[in-house]
């Protein structure tokens, strides 16, 4: 499917951040017994083919099973920075995440404040504040509150808590866009950011420049070359003299998934999904947490033989409710478009099944908008599954073994 927003899915949105396109604060919770990691041959063909034609130049992908035969999880490295997603059996990306930022833990006492002080609030991000490129002297979280107000949390170096700030609005006079190797080169670059520049010896990063109008300059400088895999960036905020006002270097979120068994169900979905499909069966769930918080649920279900539906609530923004509808088609259902391209590209093609896969709305819409579709066709002793986009288009194709 597609993403949502899936800040990535094949639901679109940026929560299944794959959802359609195929939108914790330590490490991935254990969700079931103990498992050795997987190859792609060991999951379903689907699943797999997703990522080779997403993430073409990534060798190879290893598969994590979260419930049996069900999802699974895989964590990449890709040209730019670090990815992990949720796959389910029938080949479609479920969740998709880019992981920017040095992998680091929130402090526990950071976790503990920010959760009895704003429980339901969303943590947007998390930075070490600087003092220097190797030099921590606290913390700062963005938030998005449930009035979806945006507040700055300050930390010192003591994990105490030192101040909220309201996100200013600012504007910029002008943005230079350069790197590192060329901003001595760059007449448009003020000397004070040349000179914090050559100060800490900053190098291999692309560099974005916006003179505010207060006479400061705010840096964002990302780092190409990967640091366990992922993007190192900076926030930096100087002065017109060139007094460091502030220096953020982003933290990697803390994603983790869990299963989630139809016992816990919120009410808020489960309310949806007995007004609207009283006769619905529970496929599989999951839960994404994001530094430890519960942040969004997944909960596929099937309605009959032919309709199923895959919906995902935030946790913030009243739990609002993202839906994926899945059909199953006849053969006299498919597009003409679809079913052209078959007969150019499989001549005496035999139809076996196909599934759409539509946009992903929310709960007061109804779907109606194909994203892909997926067939398996047999020409001749030998079987295919083809993924479609909505003007009949190959996406991709496989041999199915």
Excluded at 78 to 85: A, E, H, I, M, P
Excluded at 114 to 137: G, H, N, R
Excluded at 215 to 234: E, I, M, P, W
């Amino acid at each position: 499917m597609t993403t949502f927003n899936l800040h990535i899915p094949i639901i679109p949105c940026r929560i299944l951040a794959g959802i359609l396109s195929v939108v914790a604060l330590q490490g991935c919770d254990t969700v079931v017994e103990a498992t050795m990691p997987i190859t792609p041959s060991s999951i379903p063909q689907a699943s797999t083919e997703v990522f080779k034609q997403k993430y073409p130049a990534v060798s190879s992908f290893v598969f994590e099973p979260l419930e049996k035969d069900k999802t699974w999880q895989t964590e990449f490295v890709t040209s730019v920075g670090k990815v992990l997603s949720v796959v389910d059996y029938q080949g479609e990306i479920i969740d998709l995440n880019s992981l920017v930022g040095i992998p680091k833990n929130l402090p526990e006492a950071i976790k503990q404040h920010f959760i009895s002080q704003y429980p339901s609030a969303e943590i947007l991000a998390v930075y070490d504040l600087m003092k220097s490129p190797m030099l921590t002297e606290g913390y700062k979280l963005v938030i998005k509150t449930a009035n979806n107000t945006t507040l700055h949390l300050y930390y010192d170096s003591a994990n105490a808590f030192v101040r909220a700030q309201t996100l200013s609005n600012e504007k910029a006079l002008s943005i230079i866009f350069t790197s590192t190797d060329q901003i001595n080169y760059d007449t448009q670059v003020p000397l004070v950011v040349k000179q914090f520049v050559s100060n800490n010896q900053l190098k291999n990063a692309s560099v974005v420049i916006y003179q505010l109008t207060d006479k400061s300059y705010k840096l964002f400088v990302n780092f190409r070359d990967l640091v366990n895999g992922a993007l190192q960036t900076f926030e930096i905020v100087l002065s017109e003299t060139g007094l460091v006002l502030e220096w953020a270097s982003s933290i990697e979120n803390n994603y983790a998934y869990k299963v989630l068994n139809s016992a816990n169900i919120s009410s808020k979905t489960k309310s949806y999904l007995q007004a609207n499909f009283p006769n619905w069966q529970f496929d599989y769930g999951i839960v994404k947490t994001i530094f430890g918080q519960n942040k969004t649920s997944f909960v596929a279900l099937k309605v009959g033989q032919t309709d199923s539906y895959l919906l995902a609530e935030e946790q913030t923004n009243e739990h609002n409710l993202t839906i994926v509808h899945t059909q199953v088609l006849a053969e006299n259902k498919l597009p003409v478009a679809i079913k052209s391209t078959l007969s150019s590209t499989f001549p005496n093609w035999i139809f076996v099944n196909a599934r759409v896969i539509y946009q992903a709305t929310d709960a007061n819409t109804i779907n109606t908008a194909p994203n892909h579709f997926l067939v398996e066709i047999k020409q001749g002793n030998f079987r295919y599954a083809v993924r479609f986009d909505a003007d009949g288009k190959i996406i991709y194709q496989y041999h199915i073994i």
